[in-house]
T-cell receptor, first 116, second 111 residues
Framework: DTAVSQTPKYLVTQMGNDKSIKCEQN?????MYWYKQDSKKFLKIMFS???????INETVPNRFSPKSPDKAHLNLHINSLELGDSAVYFC???????????????FGPGTRLTVL | ELKVEQNPLFLSMQEGKNYTIYCNYSTTSDRLYWYRQDPGKSLESLFV?????AVKQEGRLMASLDTKARLSTLHITAAVHDLSATYFC???????????FGTGTRLTIIP
């Protein structure tokens, strides 16, 4: 199936631990994103990569570090996890943007992170 | 800073009725998207609107865009239970492709 996939789907961990979430897309897209959805369902961009290069880095604690080994993968590593990091993290991908083109973003299934 | 507001935040309506969800954004944007999210699921793209006056329809849902008013609407016609979900609008600009999302509208269709 062509899609955006994430692993794991659920992640439960203790405060202070370090964890990673993996994202892969086989849509041939050039750009990948990480979004965070909080407990109130609000969605906010965290990072964006285009062809392995960081292009968007919102105000996110530096405990969060994205890594893109190739343009089909964008992983999210989180150090020293805090209670407030509990959320659902969505990966997305899209073609490189062109003016007046749709540039639709396709979302992965999400990773529900719970920090205890 | 771009802000995107939706209203209402919660909407409970009976099957067969019509209603409209509103999405206002604060600065000029190139594209407006509507997404649907079912509980515990990912986001499903519904519509992408690019230009002033754009109107798109799929089944019982119709989206429109007024770029001068910075307003998009998602109209639901003769609602059915299957449309129960949270609906998000989002805007993006060419050259800065991050999606800025609205607060979401949680729609519940009552039989």
């Amino acid at each position: 199936d062509t899609a955006v996939s994430q692993t794991p789907k659920y992640l439960v961990t203790q405060m202070g631990n370090d964890k990673s979430i993996k994202c892969e897309q086989n849509l041939g897209h050039d750009t990948m994103y990480w979004y965070k959805q909080d407990s109130k369902k609000f969605l906010k961009i965290m990072f964006s990569y285009n062809n392995k290069e960081l292009i968007i880095n919102e105000t996110v604690p530096n405990r969060f570090s994205p890594k893109s080994p190739d343009k089909a993968h964008l992983n999210l590593h989180i150090n020293s996890l805090e209670l407030g990091d509990s959320a659902v993290y969505f990966c997305a991908s899209s073609q490189e943007a062109e003016r007046e083109k749709v540039n639709e973003q396709f979302f992965g299934p999400g990773t529900r992170l719970t920090v205890l | 800073e771009l802000k995107v507001e939706q209203n209402p935040l919660f909407l409970s309506m009976q099957e067969g009725k019509n209603y409209t969800i509103y999405c206002n954004y604060s600065t000029t944007s190139d594209r407006l998207y509507w997404y649907r999210q079912d509980p515990g699921k990912s986001l499903e793209s519904l519509f992408v609107l690019l230009s002033n006056g754009a109107v798109k329809q799929e089944g019982r849902l119709m989206a429109s865009l007024d770029t001068k008013a910075r307003l998009s609407t998602l109209h639901i016609t003769a609602a059915v239970h299957d449309l129960s979900a949270t609906y998000f609008c989002a805007v993006a600009n060419f050259g800065n492709e991050k999606l800025t999302f609205g607060t979401g509208t949680r729609l519940t269709i009552i039989p």
